[in-house]
Every structure is written in C-alpha cells, then in structure tokens.
C-alpha cells in the first residue's frame, strides 16, 4: 500500500491532487476495503473468538501451512527490491523534472 504511493502518483497521466485522491479513495473502497472484510468474515468464521493475531498460527502445523508461510515470506522477500526500484524511479523522475530549467 503506501510503499507504492510514489510509483502510482509517478504513472498517472495527470497526477494532480484531485486524480491522486481520487484513485487513492477508489482503491481502499473498491478494492481494500471489501478485500480486507472478506478475510476478516472467513478468519472469523473459521476460528471464532479464538483466533489468534497471526492468522497462521490458528492453523494446525503441518506442511500445507508451512509452504503457505515459506509463500509469505518469499512474496515479502520480493515485494521489496521491486518497490525499491519503483520509488527510486519515481524520486528520480521528480528530481529530474525540478532540476529541469524551466522552459
């Protein structure tokens, strides 16, 4: 979510404050929001009050959770160059385009 702000305001076609609040807004209703609640409702309705604060952990230890943990941290593992490049692709555009003469 927010480690990706930067390359999304990079890639807009016209990212100004009204089109970034716009998509932004769009995003947690449309997308995170209801995608949140369903894992919320099923957590819920797998496990009741006795789940625990790693959903992982309220699942018994065998090699299916295993895979899905090793899954999980290789998606982290990841997930972090690719938003790395992105942001430093993105500030270098910014750079670039302040240190621009104007025309």
Request: with cysteine; proline share 9%.
């Amino acid at each position: 979510g927010q480690t990706s702000l930067l390359p999304i305001i990079h890639e807009l076609h016209d990212p100004s404050p009204r089109r970034v609040v716009t998509v932004l807004v769009t995003a947690v209703l449309g997308v995170l929001l209801p995608m949140y609640g369903l894992f919320t409702y099923f957590g819920y309705l797998s496990f009741g009050a006795n789940v625990h604060p790693d959903i992982l952990d309220s699942y018994p230890q065998n090699g299916v959770v295993t895979l899905f943990r090793v899954g999980l941290g290789a998606a982290v593992i990841t997930n972090i160059p690719l938003l790395t490049f992105a942001v430093r692709k993105a500030l270098m555009g910014m750079i670039d385009q302040a240190c621009r003469p104007p025309s």
